[in-house]
């Protein structure tokens, strides 16, 4: 029964965004807000890391978590999405969307890691009656999905656009059970690790903001670091990576982005399959940002 409070308490407010009737103003407001959610959230992790005894000691081991959690949460989406492609060609169809130009850097990862950095220096020098209080990543969680609700409501893609690009689905499907199937093998990899966390752990998808509060609040903020620290080698993988795989097997490279897809990687996407790959992008993308928080909420809370 706990569990299922908490799978609604926390995906309540993405329904609520949806139902929100969207307009041009408050969409730019939940992107700028996002924005600098993002930035908040990732400080007050560096935070609550900072509070973490003996974490020097620790490192060496979150950092053989990340590195295994990547290899196989990655490579398995990707040997996937490949096989995919060989067994069933892409015919791409005629454009139909159109896509914003963005320009792509390394430069906003970065910033990401920098940020979790400067919160383990605060959480360092803060005095312990200074400390947020104990709800408020509970908090932050909520107004980041409220603010995703609105901002895919506001996007203008229809939930029946999305499904009638049935390549899309399928590449959703065939994404979540692969990188999954990753989350168990490194459950059996590592003993401390149970089958739900290694599922929980794996469900981010690249949603690396998401990922890090849902961990921290569900396995504390060793494991909320490890799914950062995953999710984040996602983005800068599929930056570099997207073009190498885009001519030989672009649902691979489409699916390198994850939950990105959508988003943050959409605009290498474009450049490197033109905009013929653009709608595959959005719905994969799309699919994949309602999936995850779904996952990762009914996993951790199996415990």
Same mark, same amino acid.
């Given at each position: 029964?706990? *569990? =299922?409070?908490?799978? !609604?308490? +926390?995906?309540?407010? @993405?329904? #609520? &965004?949806?139902?929100? /009737? ?86 906003? *990862? =970065?910033?990401?890691? !920098?940020? +979790?950095?400067?919160? @383990?220096? #605060? &959480?360092?020098?803060? /005095? ?176």
């Amino acid at each position: 029964m706990q *569990s =299922l409070i908490t799978l !609604v308490l +926390v995906l309540m407010p @993405m329904f #609520i &965004g949806f139902a929100i /009737p969207s307009n041009p103003k408050m969409t730019v407001f939940a992107d700028k807000g996002l924005s600098y959610l993002v930035f908040i959230i990732l400080t007050l992790i560096g935070i609550e890391l900072s509070q973490v005894e003996g974490l020097g000691s620790q490192i060496g081991e979150i950092a053989l978590y990340v590195i295994t959690l990547s290899i196989l949460t990655i490579g398995t989406g990707l040997f996937s999405l490949m096989l995919f492609d060989r067994l069933k060609p892409w015919q791409a169809k005629k454009p139909v969307a159109k896509s914003k130009e963005h320009r792509v850097s390394i430069r906003g *990862s =970065l910033a990401q890691v !920098v940020c +979790v950095v400067i919160g @383990m220096v #605060i &959480g360092y020098f803060l /005095p312990e009656g200074y400390l947020p209080p104990e709800n408020t990543m509970t908090v932050l969680l909520m107004i980041l999905i409220l603010l995703v609700g609105i901002g895919l409501k506001g996007s203008g893609i229809t939930l029946k656009e999305v499904l009638l690009n049935r390549r899309g689905v399928e590449m959703s499907v065939i994404f979540t059970f692969a990188v999954l199937a990753g989350g168990l093998f490194f459950a059996l990899l590592f003993s401390e690790v149970s089958w739900t966390k290694g599922l929980a752990l794996a469900s981010g998808f690249g949603w690396y903001s998401l990922s890090a509060i849902v961990m921290t609040e569900a396995y504390g903020a060793i494991w909320g670091s490890v799914a950062l620290f995953n999710d984040l080698i996602r983005e800068f993988f599929a930056l570099i990576f997207i073009p190498v795989f885009m001519r030989k097997s672009p649902s691979a490279s489409v699916g390198l982005g994850g939950a990105t897809s959508l988003d943050f990687t959409l605009p290498i996407i474009q450049q490197s399959g033109g905009l013929k790959v653009v709608p595959l992008a959005i719905s994969f993308g799309f699919l994949i940002n309602i999936i995850s928080p779904v996952l990762m909420v009914f996993f951790s809370a199996l415990g």
